[in-house]
């Protein structure tokens, strides 16, 4: 801890009051990605059928969006950090009459598979017609939009049979630290691709590097008789970094008490 205060004859140490040993806490928020995927009921059919390739299992994928820090008592409330955001598919009988899907007449899976995909290109046909005109007579004005959105929420799904579908949301987490004087590397949590956040992993870390400041060795205070010296904290600007496995996500200069001084006041 560094001070600065006057050196008094022996009379006026009782009186020296130092300052308490505050400590600047800092939010670290985390943004994280999770990918979910789900293979469709016909993806090995779909590089036969369609010319793509499908995934053939089933997983979950995390990675990191980004990160920020900020001084715990000037970030942003829970309640104003970005929402969960989940990108769905639709049922696919949700938007098909029974009579055009027809695919539970049979327990054959390829030509499940290759009904499938003549019904999807059916829908890519309706649609391309429409964007040209040859259908424009049967679907006009304010109709044409919603009947393309329907279309391609209808080709998504029976696309999604094929290929499998992808739940994708975006969560952030905070933590709050607050280290000790002379700490300057903090370990926030680990993170991994397969598990997240947490576990084990990756170090995710904030590194503290306070700016270098030049104390004198005295200052001229002169306190009234048998007034007590206050000693004052403080801060010292400091470079705070957050850090995964080394590498930088996130920068900030905030001041931090931890770090500062104490000065006769």
């Not at 995927?37 to 369609?50: C, D, K, S, V, W």
């Not at 053939?56 to 000037?74: F, H, K, P, R, W």
């Not at 970005?82 to 009988?93: L, S």
């Not at 300057?184 to 270098?212: D, I």
């Amino acid at each position: 801890m560094k001070r600065i205060f006057l050196l008094v004859v022996g009379a006026l140490m009782p009186f020296v009051v130092a300052a308490q040993s505050e400590r600047t806490a800092v939010a670290v928020d985390v943004t994280v990605q999770r990918v979910h995927t789900t293979p469709g009921p016909y993806a090995r059919f779909a590089q036969r059928l369609l010319g793509v390739r499908s995934a053939t299992q089933e997983g979950v994928a995390y990675s990191i969006l980004g990160a920020e820090i900020a001084l715990s008592d000037v970030a942003p409330v829970a309640g104003e950090l970005p929402e969960a955001t989940v990108e769905r598919g639709y049922e696919v009988r949700d938007l098909l009459p029974a009579d055009k899907l027809d695919l539970e007449d049979t327990t054959d899976l390829t030509e499940k598979a290759v009904r499938a995909a003549d019904l999807l290109f059916s829908v890519r046909r309706a649609r391309l017609d429409l964007i040209t005109g040859d259908a424009g007579e049967y679907v006009f004005g304010a109709g044409l939009p919603v009947a393309l959105e329907r279309l391609d929420a209808m080709e998504q799904q029976l696309l999604e049979l094929f290929v499998g579908r992808r739940i994708v949301s975006v969560d952030t987490q905070r933590v709050v630290l607050s280290p000790m004087e002379g700490e300057n590397h903090q370990t926030v949590t680990h993170f991994s691709a397969e598990s997240g956040l947490g576990g084990k992993g990756e170090e995710l870390s904030v590194r503290y590097r306070p700016e270098e400041i030049n104390l004198p060795m005295e200052m001229p205070v002169q306190p009234k008789k048998g007034a007590p010296v206050v000693m004052k904290r403080v801060a010292v600007q400091t470079l705070c970094t957050v850090e995964l496995d080394g590498k930088a996500l996130a920068q900030r200069t905030l001041p931090m008490l931890q770090f500062g001084y104490d000065l006769a006041q």
